[in-house]
Every structure is written in structure tokens, then in C-alpha cells.
């Protein structure tokens, strides 16, 4: 029977089979005989995983069938059925190879010749040798490309397109939408609306999108929207607002309406620093925080926590120093940072947020501009 290139087996040593069988035939005939008693049958193992190469399949055992007379070196011999081995499919990258020592017993081959052939091996890419695991089938050689990242980047826009086709988004519209994504020109003249009744909350939402989107972001009163849409929306594109005012923004607007959450870490540090101790808010105005307020005790604020978060304005130093003095930790709304930063004395704790709207927020406003208003809106 031919090895897997198909020759005739040569004479010499017998095949060595990895897993091995209880008896394994050697070149003296001699046959080694299982121990005394019912002989332990065993299930061949799968091939061994090795971490960064993909498991291999079951192929069966490789059996390297090696001519000691022949002219061809043996390191040649053994690359060559390897070669032809993978080639076939019959073996896959991380497939485990024989030890050095069962290798040289049972080929009769002195130990540091197959360890000088492993070393070569592995040196020309087609081993890796793993000390205290063994000798393992590299990664195949797939040219002079990088075949593994290419083989990734065909995999990844095979599953692109047919993800998009299963969305309705044919190939066509599909390049456009990716080409839009990388130029993303279609954010630099972007007009958004932003409309909230709280004045704090509605220039902190326009100030985020501007500087993490670099969008256009128009703040609008809610009662301003109420008495002249028309006017309030002329220029925008897409109008942003709170879940709260969500359906009296959308029966006031002839454009898309798209609603913002906060940044889910927001309110909960925001609450806990309440619970713990006093909290000083120092914001650009107070004045219609009252609702926000509210929404904390149905969230679970306590009573007492309730009352120790302190609300201040930026334009009154001296209230400022007074109660920061006082509090055990301080938030400072960006939009009045640098006025209030020599105002705050030392080693105070601060509660910093790189986001005050979520990351699903930003990025479905950042896909209503690069992809179309009727992509966002269905």
C-alpha cells in the first residue's frame, strides 16, 4: 500500500503510528507483546489544540514511513510527507507530532538526529516545537502574501454582505454606506436641533454632540419649539431630545426625531456619591433641575440622600467656595469647568465623565448622518 504520495512503501522500518498500538512492529520483526492478562483497549485521542492555531480535524494518525537506505535525506523525507499530508487534508495545523524519543526507538534512529530534524523543522516554519508539550504541525504556508490575513479580510466581507443582505441592503448601497463611514464627510456640515426644557440639560447634550461628533448642535427650548416650529427647525437635519419629551418633540417636527439616553454611569455614581456623603452639582444654571431631581428619588434615592445634594451656579464664587468647602464630593457640569477650577479647593474628590450620553446614542446619531435620515428612522 503507497504512503499518502502515493509510492510504493519502501523497505525498512515499519510504520509508526501516533497514537501507537499495544504491539508496534521493528525492523528486527521483534514483536512486543501487551502485558499478561486482558489487554486495556484505548479510544485514539483527538489531536491536541494549541493556543493560536485552529484545532485540528480528525484525520487519523500520521504515519511517517521512512527509508534509512534511501538517498533522500531523512529531514527531506519527513517535510515531504508532512507537505503531502497537509496538501490532502490529512492533517491541520497543531496536529501533534511523535517525541523525539518515540520517534528515535521506534524508527531506530538516534535521538539527536530527529531532534536536529525537529530543529530544522521548525526553523523552516513547518513545526513548533513547545517545550514541555512537544512538536505540533505549524501554520500552513499559504505563499509569499500574508495568506492568513487575507483569507480573514475575504471572510469578513463575505459575512458583511451577506449580514447586509439579510438587513435589505444590497452590495451596491453597501460600499456606499462603508465609504461614508471612513470619509465621514457627511458630519462635517451636519445640522442637529437639540430640544429639552432644562437649560442645563440641553446645552450639556448640544456641547457632547458638538465635541464627540463635531456635528452642528443647535439647543432649543421645548417651549420655543412649541410656539414656532417652523422657525425653531429651519436649519436642522435631524433632531435629537430625552426620552421624556420624545412624542411632543415628534408631533412638532416634520424632520427625523431620534431620542438620547444618558451615559448608563451617569446617575448611578451620581447616586451613590448622595448615599455616601454630601454632593456638591456646580452647573451653568439650577433652575429647571427640579425634574431631574425627582427622577433620582423614583430611582431609589433616599430622602436623606435626597437633601445633601447641593446645587450651585457657577456665577456665584462665593456660594461656591462656601459649599464646596463643605461637600464630600463634587461634580462639575463641562460646560463651566474652566470658569470654576481655581475655585475648588484641594483634594476634594471629583466625579469626572469622559460621556454624559451613552455610546449607543452617539453612534446611532453618527449612522442617521453617514447613512441617511430613512436608514435612522427605520
Same mark, same amino acid.
Given at each position: 500500500?503507497?504512503?499518502?504520495?502515493?509510492?510504493?512503501?519502501?523497505?525498512?522500518?515499519?510504520?509508526?503510528?501516533?497514537?501507537?498500538?499495544?504491539?508496534?512492529?521493528?525492523?528486527?520483526?521483534?514483536?512486543?507483546?501487551?502485558?499478561?492478562?486482558?489487554?486495556?483497549?484505548?479510544?485514539?485521542?483527538?489531536?491536541?489544540?494549541?493556543?493560536?492555531?485552529?484545532?485540528?480535524?480528525?484525520?487519523?494518525?500520521?504515519?511517517? !514511513?521512512?527509508?534509512?537506505?534511501?538517498?533522500?535525506?531523512?529531514?527531506?523525507?519527513?517535510?515531504?510527507?508532512?507537505?503531502?499530508?497537509?496538501?490532502?487534508?490529512?492533517?491541520?495545523?497543531?496536529?501533534?507530532?511523535?517525541?523525539?524519543?518515540?520517534?528515535?526507538?521506534?524508527?531506530?534512529?538516534?535521538?539527536?538526529?530527529?531532534?536536529?530534524?525537529?530543529?530544522?523543522?521548525?526553523?523552516?516554519?513547518?513545526?513548533?516545537?513547545?517545550?514541555?508539550?512537544?512538536?505540533?504541525?505549524?501554520?500552513?504556508?499559504?505563499?509569499?502574501?500574508?495568506?492568513?490575513?487575507?483569507?480573514?479580510?475575504?471572510? @469578513? @466581507?463575505?459575512?458583511? +454582505?451577506?449580514?447586509?443582505?439579510?438587513?435589505?441592503?444590497?452590495?451596491?448601497?453597501?460600499?456606499?454606506?462603508?465609504?461614508?463611514?471612513?470619509?465621514?464627510?457627511?458630519?462635517?456640515?451636519?445640522?442637529?436641533?437639540?430640544?429639552?426644557?432644562?437649560?442645563?440639560?440641553?446645552?450639556?447634550?448640544?456641547?457632547?454632540?458638538?465635541?464627540?461628533?463635531?456635528?452642528?448642535?443647535?439647543?432649543?427650548?421645548?417651549?420655543?419649539?412649541?410656539?414656532?416650529?417652523?422657525?425653531?427647525?429651519?436649519?436642522?437635519?435631524?433632531?435629537?431630545?430625552?426620552? @421624556?419629551?420624545?412624542?411632543?418633540?415628534?408631533?412638532?417636527?416634520?424632520?427625523?426625531?431620534?431620542?438620547?439616553?444618558?451615559?448608563?454611569? @451617569?446617575?448611578?455614581?451620581?447616586?451613590?456619591?448622595?448615599?455616601?456623603?454630601?454632593?456638591?452639582?456646580?452647573?451653568?444654571?439650577?433652575?429647571?433641575?427640579?425634574?431631574?431631581?425627582?427622577?433620582?428619588?423614583?430611582?431609589? !434615592?433616599?430622602?436623606?440622600?435626597?437633601?445633601?445634594?447641593?446645587?450651585?451656579?457657577?456665577?456665584?464664587?462665593?456660594?461656591?467656595?462656601?459649599?464646596?468647602?463643605?461637600?464630600?464630593?463634587?461634580? +462639575?457640569?463641562?460646560?463651566?469647568?474652566?470658569?470654576?477650577?481655581?475655585?475648588?479647593?484641594?483634594?476634594?474628590?471629583?466625579?469626572?465623565?469622559?460621556?454624559?450620553?451613552?455610546?449607543?446614542?452617539?453612534?446611532?446619531?453618527?449612522?442617521?448622518?453617514?447613512?441617511?435620515?430613512?436608514?435612522?428612522?427605520?
Amino acid at each position: 500500500m503507497g504512503d499518502v504520495t502515493g509510492r510504493a512503501r519502501p523497505r525498512g522500518p515499519g510504520p509508526f503510528v501516533i497514537p501507537g498500538r499495544k504491539t508496534m512492529k521493528l525492523t528486527s520483526e521483534r514483536q512486543i507483546q501487551p502485558h499478561s492478562g486482558t489487554p486495556e483497549r484505548r479510544a485514539v485521542p483527538a489531536p491536541r489544540a494549541v493556543p493560536g492555531l485552529p484545532a485540528p480535524r480528525l484525520g487519523g494518525p500520521l504515519r511517517f !514511513l521512512l527509508d534509512k537506505n534511501s538517498r533522500t535525506p531523512l529531514y527531506e523525507q519527513i517535510r515531504e510527507q508532512i507537505i503531502s499530508a497537509l496538501h490532502v487534508g490529512r492533517i491541520q495545523p497543531g496536529h501533534k507530532l511523535p517525541s523525539v524519543r518515540q520517534f528515535a526507538r521506534v524508527h531506530q534512529v538516534n535521538p539527536k538526529t530527529i531532534h536536529r530534524i525537529y530543529r530544522r523543522l521548525s526553523d523552516d516554519g513547518y513545526v513548533l516545537l513547545r517545550p514541555g508539550s512537544g512538536a505540533y504541525i505549524g501554520p500552513i504556508k499559504r505563499g509569499t502574501l500574508d495568506g492568513d490575513r487575507l483569507l480573514s479580510m475575504h471572510r @469578513f @466581507f463575505q459575512h458583511t +454582505v451577506e449580514e447586509c443582505g439579510r438587513m435589505g441592503v444590497d452590495p451596491q448601497t453597501a460600499a456606499q454606506m462603508f465609504s461614508s463611514f471612513v470619509s465621514r464627510q457627511a458630519l462635517w456640515n451636519a445640522q442637529i436641533a437639540v430640544v429639552e426644557e432644562n437649560r442645563e440639560h440641553l446645552d450639556l447634550l448640544a456641547h457632547e454632540l458638538r465635541t464627540s461628533l463635531g456635528v452642528r448642535a443647535t439647543p432649543i427650548l421645548l417651549r420655543s419649539l412649541q410656539s414656532n416650529p417652523d422657525s425653531a427647525l429651519a436649519k436642522a437635519r435631524i433632531v435629537v431630545t430625552t426620552d @421624556f419629551h420624545f412624542e411632543a418633540v415628534r408631533k412638532l417636527s416634520d424632520r427625523p426625531v431620534l431620542q438620547v439616553q444618558l451615559h448608563p454611569d @451617569f446617575v448611578p455614581t451620581l447616586m451613590r456619591a448622595a448615599e455616601s456623603g454630601t454632593l456638591l452639582m456646580v452647573l451653568s444654571d439650577t433652575s429647571g433641575m427640579a425634574p431631574f431631581l425627582r427622577t433620582l428619588s423614583l430611582l431609589g !434615592l433616599s430622602t436623606g440622600a435626597s437633601e445633601r445634594i447641593h446645587l450651585v451656579e457657577s456665577r456665584d464664587p462665593v456660594r461656591l467656595r462656601r459649599e464646596a468647602l463643605r461637600a464630600d464630593s463634587i461634580y +462639575v457640569s463641562p460646560l463651566v469647568e474652566k470658569d470654576i477650577e481655581a475655585l475648588l479647593p484641594a483634594g476634594i474628590q471629583r466625579l469626572s465623565f469622559e460621556h454624559h450620553i451613552s455610546p449607543e446614542s452617539l453612534d446611532l446619531i453618527e449612522a442617521a448622518f453617514l447613512f441617511g435620515s430613512d436608514t435612522a428612522e427605520s
